[in-house]
């Protein structure tokens, strides 16, 4: 496995494994975080290559400045979800047939325990922030039992938080 350290909160630094070639991309935490500039959002980052980006973040305010930035509107569509069960999960999954996952929910990444390998069928990659050592095995395992290879991970080199990371997989 390639190991890494995550530099910054910049896409290009946080997300530099994760390839959405032709992809329909869920990126579920699209909030900038310390990223103010368009082209350094995950969205914008990651969605350079995608077919679709759909983008979800509890945040409104994020929302709005997605929504109101001159982003392709075909391409690019914005939601206001909290991400806080299985369900809210699935219900993105079900409604818009992801082939790549982007995930940093902010330990909400809890809620993709319970998912199957059969809901998680059409994704071919995925990354996930997790942000402790238990969310970290758990999360390792379901990407095994979902068919993936984890190929990299990303730990945090700009702040002293050994217990956070990104895990990087496909299939």
């Given at each position: 496995m390639q190991e890494f350290k995550i530099l910054s909160e910049k896409s290009e630094h946080h997300w530099p494994f994760l390839n959405t070639e032709g992809s329909v991309l869920l990126d579920i935490g699209c909030g900038r975080h310390d990223t103010p500039n368009l082209p350094d959002t995950s969205p914008v980052f990651?969605?350079?290559l995608a077919e679709k980006v759909i983008s979800v973040d509890a945040s409104q305010t994020e929302i709005d400045f997605f929504n109101s930035s001159d982003l392709d509107k075909n391409k690019f569509i914005f939601i206001c979800k909290r991400i806080g069960s299985k369900e809210d999960i699935l219900s993105l999954i079900r409604e818009y047939?992801?082939?790549v996952i982007?995930?940093?929910i902010e330990e909400h990444e809890v809620n993709f325990y319970e998912i199957t390998k059969d809901e998680m069928s059409n994704v071919n990659e995925i990354a996930i922030e997790y942000h402790t050592f238990d969310i970290l095995e758990r999360i390792k395992n379901k990407m095994i039992e979902w068919g993936f290879n984890i190929h990299s991970e990303g730990k945090f080199g700009f702040v002293?938080?050994?217990?956070?990371?990104v895990l990087f997989a496909r299939r």
């Open positions: 990651l969605g350079r047939n992801p082939t982007k995930c940093d002293d938080a050994p217990q956070m990371g």
